[in-house]
């Protein structure tokens, strides 16, 4: 056997070994896990829901008046709406695009958070300074605030809306990812690197990057489930996602009208929100624990 | 005699990820009092887990006092309630740890670290409580004392600092002194400052002092009588000139620097070094695989300490002493 | 002919001090104030100092990961602060350097194959077969089994890191290393084996150590030459057996007087300074020990002592020492 392959092999024997002691240690926490497991649920309907939805027509238009606001059923089984839509489908439908959307704003937001961290932190000086204050300015808005305005001044939509959730989310990254860095540049490994000339980005990426990425991880899963929320409650002020996207928050907006008559119309999407937000929470703490004590080590 | 400080028959175990570990196993340990004891061990050897067990400060889990007896002027430290140690601590034994800069809050002043620690402990007035912090500071040689009181940790050096820890140690009356390498993090200049405060605190306030440190030759010169620990083991225990002297025990030997031939090659290290530690069990000596003289009773079973001379008070626990008769003549293992 | 091949002239290296608003330079930390050392191709210099000596920072502008105030450093006789990239890149080649912490100095989430093979990868272009083969060498070297390449380094002990760090710091054939507190952070018998491997590969390689210590057993057994540094600046230096045997200047004395060793009888033959060591920023006027000192005179105060030359290779900066003798005892 080549020595190329031979490396690879044991290479991968390597990180699969570190992968089986993360889920080990994740399965100890029993409620982490119930979570997981939750979110890994939500993940498979959001990619096979168009295929397992009931009634696919429901989702965004066919009026059905004969049918609207239907007690939950069998054939309806969290009821339906004013327009007679099967309510089942348009909320299980409403977990591809909540999942989406903030699967995309996090990583977005990382996207443009990390590195600007990074290079605040490695550098210093001038440039710490430009993003510090820049990140400053936006952390001093009330998160859903500043993403009320930007969406507002963008116009309602769902697109828009994910665009504002991006550009207040980044700054939480970068303030997190800075910190780190400033501690970390100081450790004789980043000293040893130097020494050996190796340049700034590897420092960055290679060395500095995988040594603060866990607090990173950690926020980026609870914020999974925050975006949802903030998504949600967007929508719900009617700056998001508009008619007929059935996006959650946008589905317990419409509901208000028929509160008192149909309260299966407001309690299931609010409950979709409420599960999908706690599971990423719980996931988020999991991994703390998991990653901690493993950094301990170190 | 000594029936003043005994750990006795003191088992304690950690629980880690690769199982449940033994790291303190002392089948029996006496402080005289007013004598000062030195405890030598590497990292490793488990001597901060003893210190902090004495005191009940160990956070268990992952620590897992599984037996034993630690007596204090005839009470058993394992035994007492919460309340009743809060009562023991800092009032009749304290402790000091290596790092001054993580031990005092940066945020109060010295003075208030101290006055509060007074408060705490007695029944005194504001500014009773003042002067003793005053009259502390006084005794750990502090220069200008008054403006010492008004200063922030951060504004003291290092060996400064760890001044003041001696004095919060002993603000109030304790007898017994535990010392967890006060001066690791302390430039040898000052080390040698502090070190000699311990001793002169030791002869004014007639403490008792149990000083655990790695470097061997500092525990020989502040200590009286000192115990090597291995791997939670006491491996070899006698005055600082009867080890000194005559070094029995290899792994005291070798930390005396007395370096056989066959240690002075270079080891390549091999796969079976590189797995992990043994967990020390009692069928198998502690310092076997590091060992150049043992034999094969060494692999067996875990010798037990035993005299080295009769009459003196120097034992050792290696099966090469065991094995000899014990007599007047110098017992050596052929080194 | 032994040419020094490593020459410090002069160097001094401040760092500012920012106060007020607009912040302005109000003070400057001295952390190097005019050091001069020659450093002949194959000696090792032992460099011994508490803590504010300097030596950190000395060690920092050597490799260049700070560029001095004033002065020079010349490699093989080139000015190391006038070089382009190129060169620069040559010079990483040259001296590396062995950190005191054998744990931090190692990215803990690396594995040691690739720790072991940072420097190649930066600097050639070689395959990873390549890289793999030359780090499995380079271990070999320092008496590490084929089988660490694929673990991380918190699976290795101390004095099995410290290894693996100068199984890296040797992978550019550098001519220079630099040996900062290689034994402090690693138990007695790890330590032993450390500076026995070092002596072998300076044998073998004619390598140039600069040996940064305050285990003063460790200096005995290593160096050849010895600088004490205070506050900045060397305040003696000699060939390391007479320095040992007659140290010249009152710091070096008392320093070697601290350290209990095993002939030590008890606690009242270590002696312990008086004070603490200055700081930087407020160095005291004239010779900056005499603040500490236990035989301080008037002049001491006033001005700045000169360099005696005590014999061929044996030089201290003291006003107590006469050319060619040794002043009194002084403890």
Known sequence: MS???????????????????????????????????????????????????????????AVNP???????????????????????????????????????????????????????????????????????????????????????????????????????????????IRGQVVSIKEREFVRAARAIGTPSWQIMYKHILP?????????????????????????????GAQAPIPEWGLIVNTSRTYFLKAWWYGIFPGMA?????????????????????????? | ?????????????????????????????????????????????????????????????????????????????????????????????????????????????????????????????????????????????????????????NELSGGQRQRIIIAIALSCGAELLIADEPTRNLDVTIQAGILKLINELKEELEITVLFIANNVNLVFIVSGRVAVLYKGKIIEIGTSQEIREEPIHPYTRGLLGIVSPAEREIKNLTEANLKEGIKAENSICPYFYECKKRIEICKKISPTLTKVKVNNGHWVSCHRVIDREVDNESTSIGH | MNQPALVIKNLKKYFPVYSGFPPRVKNWIKAVDGVTLNIKKGETLGIVGESGCGKSTLVNTILRLEEPTSGEVALEGQDIFRLNKKEVAKLRKEIQIVFQDPFWSLNPRWLIKDIVGEPLRVHFNLSSGEILSKVEKLLGMVGIPKIALYKYPHEFSGGERQRIAIARALALEPNFVILDEPTSSIDVFSQNQILKLLKKLKEEFNLTYILISHDLSVVKSMADKIAIMYLGKVVEYGPAKKVFESPAHPYTNALFKAIPDANTKDINSIIALEGEVPSAINIPSGCRFHTRCPVAREICHKEEPPVIKLSEEHEAVCFLLKKGERGESWL
């Not at chain 2, 067990?53 to 309630?81: D, H, Q, T, V, Y």
Request: aromatic content about 10%.
């Open chain 2, 1 to 153: 005699m000594s029936n003043y400080f005994e750990i006795k028959d003191l088992k304690i175990n950690f629980e880690t990820s690769e199982g449940i570990k033994n790291v303190i196993d002392i089948n029996e340990l006496n402080l005289h009092k007013g004598e000062t004891f030195g405890i030598v061990g590497e990292s490793g050897s488990g001597k901060s887990v003893l210190a902090m067990s004495i005191l009940r400060i160990l956070s268990s889990p992952p620590a897992l006092i599984k037996s034993g007896k630690i007596m204090f002027k005839g009470k058993n430290l394992l035994e007492l309630k919460e309340k009743e140690i809060q009562k023991i601590r800092g009032k009749e034994i304290s402790m000091i740890f290596q790092d001054p800069r993580s031990t005092l809050n940066p945020v109060f002043t010295v003075g208030q670290q101290i006055i509060n620690v007074i408060r705490h402990n007695k029944f005194l007035s504001k500014k009773e409580a003042e002067k003793e912090a005053l009259r502390m500071i006084k005794l750990v040689k502090l220069p200008d004392a008054k403006n010492t009181l008004h200063k922030y940790p």
């Open chain 1, 66 to 176: 004969q049918d609207k606001l239907l007690s939950p059923s069998w054939t309806y089984l969290f009821g339906t709406d004013e327009m007679g839509r099967d309510l089942f489908s348009r909320i299980l439908y409403g977990t591809r695009i909540s999942l989406l959307g903030s699967l995309i704003a996090v990583a977005m937001g990382l996207l443009i958070g990390v590195p600007l961290g990074l290079m605040a932190g490695f550098y210093g000086g001038f440039i710490d300074e430009l993003v510090m204050r820049i990140v400053d300015m936006f952390l001093s808005f009330p998160p859903l605030l500043l993403a009320m305005a930007i969406a507002a001044f963008l116009g309602p939509s769902l697109q828009n809306a994910i665009i504002a959730l991006i550009v207040s989310w980044w700054p939480w990254y970068t303030r997190l």
């Open chain 1, 3 to 61: 020595k190329k392959s031979n490396y690879y092999n044991i290479l991968i024997k390597r990180r699969l070994e570190t992968l089986k002691e993360y889920l080990y240690l994740l399965k100890q926490n029993k409620l982490t896990f119930a979570a997981l497991i939750i979110i890994l649920f939500l993940i498979v309907i959001a990619i096979i829901a168009p295929i397992i939805v009931p009634f696919p027509s429901h989702i965004y238009g």
């Open chain 1, 211 to 239: 040594n603060c990425i866990s607090p990173v991880i950690v926020q980026a899963s609870m914020d999974l489930g925050g975006i949802i929320l903030t998504l949600a409650a967007l929508s719900f002020l009617g700056l």
């Open chain 1, 273 to 298: 929100i409420f599960i999908a937000v706690l599971c990423f929470n719980l996931l988020g703490d999991g991994l703390r624990e998991v990653l901690d004590p493993k950094t301990k080590k170190y």
